[in-house]
């Protein structure tokens, strides 16, 4: 199933009780400006084209193509920038 938010297209993979699996085609399409997440969930994302920088209350990080990582529930964070041809593998972890 596809959904567009924000600009982005969110692709749902797979979903159970405990894990949720996206694709996400970026488009250039950060968060928008002063808006954070903070998940009840943990994520591990992965970068499969481009680039993009992850923004956290204690520093940046720079993910380039085929880099991830994983972001622990409730760390708050946000994309402050992405390319256009950026392409997101996300799985969700669902607390239990």
Not at 42 to 56: D, M, P, T
Not at 59 to 83: A, F, T
Request: hydrophobic share 40%; charged share 30%; glycine share 6%.
């Amino acid at each position: 199933m596809k959904k567009i938010v924000n600009g982005e297209e969110i692709f749902a993979l797979f979903e159970d009780s405990f894990i949720r699996t996206e694709k996400i085609l970026s488009h250039g399409n950060a968060s928008p400006e002063n808006f954070w997440y903070c998940q009840n969930e943990g994520e591990w994302v992965s970068l499969i084209e481009g680039k993009a920088e992850l923004e956290f209350s204690k520093g940046k990080k720079i993910l380039c193509k085929g880099e991830n990582m994983y972001i622990p529930p409730y760390l708050k964070h946000r994309v402050s920038w992405v390319s256009d041809d950026a392409v997101w593998y996300c799985v969700f972890i669902k607390k239990q």
